[in-house]
């Protein structure tokens, strides 16, 4: 088993950045690919971005490209969501996942159901 906690989440006024952090702990070398999903209320869930551990090969959603970055500490088993440039429209709780699967085309990949293990989710809250 996998086990997520993610943290950073908060309050922040539009234009504004945060910072999220997962922390992966339990038997992490099944670990290939992590991704970030966030659900909005009354939306459906959406992939958000997500990198793959072997190479660091990094997958971004329409919406936030060029304003969201994704990143990984092998050592410290944490992926991190640097979000800039934030939009009320990026109000949503985030949830980071992982995958025991091992796959290339990260964009075909961006579904739920192929993660294996989720954290709790993170609420964000952007002010216009």
């Known amino acids: 088993q996998v086990q997520l906690v993610e943290s950073g989440g908060g309050l922040v006024q539009a234009g504004g950045s945060l910072r999220l952090s997962c922390a992966a702990s339990?038997?992490?070398?099944?670990?290939?690919?992590t991704g970030w999903f966030r659900q909005a209320p009354g939306k459906e869930q959406e992939i958000v971005t997500s990198?793959?551990?072997?190479?660091?090969?990094?997958y971004y959603g329409d919406s936030v490209k060029g304003r969201f970055t994704i990143s990984r500490d092998n050592a410290k088993n944490m992926v991190y969501l640097q979000m800039n440039s934030l939009r009320p429209e990026d109000t949503a709780v985030y949830y980071c996942?992982?995958?025991?699967?091992?796959?290339?085309?990260?964009?075909?990949?961006?579904?739920?159901?192929?993660?294996?293990?989720w954290g709790q989710g993170t609420q964000v809250t952007v002010s216009s």
């Open positions: 990198i793959r551990w072997s190479d660091g090969a990094t």
């Open positions: 339990g038997r992490t070398f099944d670990i290939q690919i």
């Open positions: 996942a992982a995958s025991r699967m091992v796959y290339r085309d990260l964009e075909r990949f961006s579904t739920s159901k192929n993660y294996h293990y």
